[in-house]
């Protein structure tokens, strides 16, 4: 339950994590997102083994301050100051894990995440070629839907010959109607 809180489910995962390094018996373990992180740490830490942990993004949940913030703040620090290595994809996320103490000196910036601006210059889009963009990923505002969609329409209305689909669940139920009458306006294909 990627958003669950439930403590009784969280102990059961970090048990069904034990079990499966038991089982596997990795040499590493590579883990992203908030739950493996933490849980995934706290079941390699007590079986010996190594994780390297990827922040790909510390999400809504830090940018405001509750218990489940502080909650998750107190869970991370005791699990991932102990794991072998922490990737951040962004300077913001390490700073943030560096000023609350949740990470040690074991911790790496990866080179980047993201399009190479350098390698994909911006050029004219084709006048006659069919032009595709496709978004996976969950549909929330935090992951840009609304720009993808306004984008969608500029561009199509601009190029007609451009076709835009997404892919991924809808997390915020705001977004629901827009997904839906951009889809009925063929703006974009919603593919589910």
């Not at 980047?112 to 210059?121: A, Y």
Request: glycine share 8%.
């Amino acid at each position: 339950s990627r958003r669950g809180t439930n403590p009784v489910e969280d102990l059961k995962l970090v048990a069904s994590y034990k079990r499966i390094m038991k089982d596997v018996k990795p040499d590493i373990i590579f883990s992203y997102t908030i739950k493996p992180n933490i849980y995934g740490c706290m079941a390699s830490n007590a079986l010996g083994y190594r994780q390297v942990c990827n922040v790909t993004g510390i999400g809504s949940m830090f940018f405001r301050e509750n218990i489940i913030t502080k909650i998750s703040r107190a869970l991370y620090r005791v699990s991932m100051k102990k794991a072998y290595k922490v990737f951040f994809q962004n300077t913001g996320d390490r700073d943030y894990f560096i000023s609350h103490g949740l990470v040690e000196n074991n911790h790496e910036m990866l080179p980047g995440s993201g399009v190479n601006l350098e390698q994909h210059r911006l050029c004219p889009m084709p006048e006659t070629d069919e032009i595709r963009f496709i978004y996976i990923g969950r549909l929330m505002g935090m992951k840009g839907v609304e720009q993808y969609l306004e984008a969608a329409r500029v561009i199509t209305e601009k190029y007609p010959q451009a076709r835009f689909y997404a892919a991924g669940f809808v997390e915020e139920d705001k977004y629901k109607p827009m997904v839906e009458s951009c889809h009925e306006k063929g703006i974009i294909e919603y593919l589910g």
